[in-house]
C-alpha cells in the first residue's frame, strides 16, 4: 500500500516528521526553515485528516 493509497498513513508521517524536527530542537516560534516544515507538516496532515474527524467542543470566553 502507498501513502497515496492511505491519507491516514501519510498524515501520520507528516505528523511523526513535524514531532521528530521539534524534538530535535527546532524551534516553533523560531522562522527557520525547519520550523516552516514542521509547521507545513502538520497542516497537511490535517488536510488529509479530513472534516471527517470529530472535533472537541470548544469554549468560548469574553470578558
Given at each position: 500500500?502507498?501513502?497515496?493509497?492511505?491519507?491516514?498513513?501519510?498524515?501520520r508521517l507528516l505528523r511523526d516528521l513535524?514531532?521528530?524536527?521539534?524534538?530535535?530542537?527546532?524551534?516553533?516560534?523560531?522562522?527557520?526553515?525547519?520550523?516552516?516544515?514542521?509547521?507545513?507538516?502538520?497542516?497537511?496532515?490535517?488536510?488529509?485528516?479530513?472534516?471527517?474527524?470529530?472535533?472537541?467542543?470548544?469554549?468560548?470566553?469574553?470578558?
Amino acid at each position: 500500500m502507498t501513502y497515496a493509497d492511505n491519507p491516514q498513513r501519510l498524515a501520520r508521517l507528516l505528523r511523526d516528521l513535524a514531532d521528530a524536527l521539534e524534538e530535535a530542537g527546532v524551534n516553533p516560534s523560531g522562522s527557520s526553515n525547519a520550523r516552516h516544515l514542521m509547521d507545513d507538516a502538520r497542516s497537511a496532515a490535517r488536510e488529509l485528516d479530513g472534516p471527517d474527524k470529530p472535533r472537541k467542543p470548544g469554549r468560548v470566553v469574553g470578558f
